[in-house]
């Protein structure tokens, strides 16, 4: 089941939207995603004292939206790509949404 781009420009109820902002002592944001064969990506570690645990990322959140741009749906590699493009410029927006609150829907993507 592929999923239009329009249906995910509604927000979702139970996603939070996470402000990251690079620090000067610390090197990235300070979490790992992993590859998923469907369903959003995954947030798999938060590092302490990092941008990421300090915004309120948290382990297992699924990623929906970076910047305003729907990302479910989208293979890991182009996703991965435009995390590391997007967080150069010092601040990422990443919508994520708790795994045991993500419509069913949103589970079975089919990548493009």
Known sequence: MAIEKNKLGKNLAA???INLTKKTDFLGLGFSISQSDEGPHKIVDIEPGSPAEEAGLKQNDLIIKINNQDVVG???HRMAAMLKTESQIG??????IDPDLCPRYLKRIVYV
């Not at 601040?91 to 994520?96: D, P, R, S, W, Y």
Request: net charge positive; aromatic share 8%; hydrophobic share 35%.
């Open 91 to 96: 601040h990422l927006k990443i919508e994520v």
């Open 74 to 76: 989208q293979r890991y």
């Open 15 to 17: 996603s939070r939207i």
